[in-house]
């Protein structure tokens, strides 16, 4: 669709590019901002070679600007200050070197609430060669005048043996690539990020092992249990804080946070994996598809059909403490109520 758009030069004013966190939301808007003022044929947009390109792939395009930010206080959020001088006074300029002035807002839902509102007056009445792009994976956040003036671009999950041919193409073994694709739920940008985080895996490992364990002889060790998992999402925030982030990974987050915020923030994932254990086990009972195949032994050796509902009832708890986290809950009392009662339901 953007595509046939730049060939027939009929392009918006403005896009809302919604869908799920990491599916190249971010990697889109800025390859179709770099393809709005490309100096190549019409059908090879972004030719990637001539000097527009090259600005818009190096960030120092004059006429393409990309909001995505900053710290204030447990918020990444971007302010009104930035938009009024940025955006809404910078739209009354002409390009500079290219056709289109092009403006990402991204992510959209985190523009403070006085400057989102100032965008929308730019919306009603931009300058003809302004291209306005808003990425977010909250459109129901936004005032509904902001999608009502936007065309929509919906961005799906993709499908997991996509993403495992596209990470083998990029040097991972089938296996690691299988199982990392299994691991991103559809979203491709965080399977790619994760190739460059062997750490993904390993964390994968280590909680599944630690759920192959987890029965009433782990009591005494409930403690050292709930530790190991805020371990592993502490090695994991750590390894999110290395540098070479680019791309769709900057959809993620714009800076990675630190210290126990890090940790909240990688815990909601080793919390599926644990789910994706239990999930398994019931799947056994089921003759289904496992997403740890690599566990099958583990699962058949562990399953009884009297574990069914013991499992369900891991499952749901597990969700809750997950729910619980994102709301600010105590990391520690909430990891170890979970685990303990995790062990408690194995008897």
Request: glycine content about 6%; overall charge negative; proline content about 6%.
């Amino acid at each position: 669709m953007l595509c046939s758009s730049l060939a027939r030069d009929r392009v918006a004013h403005a896009y809302l590019f919604t869908g799920p966190d990491s599916v190249g939301k971010s990697t889109a808007a800025r390859i179709f901002a770099q393809a709005l003022n490309c100096a190549g044929g019409a059908d090879a947009r972004p030719c990637g070679e001539c000097r527009q390109c090259r600005l818009a792939e190096e960030g120092n395009h004059p006429d393409i600007r990309v909001f995505t930010g900053g710290e204030r206080g447990h918020k990444s959020v971007i302010p009104i200050e930035v938009i009024r001088q940025q955006f809404v006074y910078d739209v009354h300029l002409k390009p500079v070197l290219g056709r289109r002035k092009v403006y990402v807002l991204d992510p959209a839902d985190r523009t403070a609430h006085l400057a989102i509102h100032t965008v929308l007056k730019t919306l009603e009445e931009p300058p003809p060669y302004v291209v306005a792009i808003l990425v977010t994976a909250h459109p129901e956040v936004l005032p509904p005048t902001i999608p009502s003036r936007c065309q929509r671009v919906v961005f799906q999950l993709v499908g997991t043996d996509a993403i495992r041919d596209e990470l083998v193409r990029l040097g991972l073994e089938t296996e690691a690539a299988a199982s990392l694709a299994r691991l991103s739920g559809g979203r491709i940008a965080w399977a790619i990020g994760a190739v460059r985080r062997p750490q993904v895996l390993d964390a994968r490992r280590a909680l599944l092992d630690l759920c192959s364990h987890i029965d009433a002889r782990a009591v005494p060790a409930s403690v050292r249990i709930a530790e190991e998992i805020k371990l592993q999402a502490a090695q994991l925030a750590r390894a999110d804080s290395e540098p070479e982030q680019e791309g769709e990974e900057a959809e993620q987050t714009p800076k990675a946070p630190s210290g126990d915020r890090a940790v909240r923030q990688e815990l909601p994932w080793c919390l599926d994996i644990m789910v994706s254990w239990y999930r398994d086990l019931l799947a056994i009972g089921e003759n289904g598809p496992l997403l740890n195949p690599d566990y099958e032994k583990a699962l058949r050796e562990r399953f009884r059909p009297q574990l069914v509902l013991q499992a369900q009832c891991a499952v749901e708890s597990i969700l809750e403490t997950k729910h619980a986290i994102q709301r600010n809950a105590n990391i520690d009392v909430a990891l170890e109520s979970l685990v303990i009662g995790l062990v408690g339901a194995f008897d």
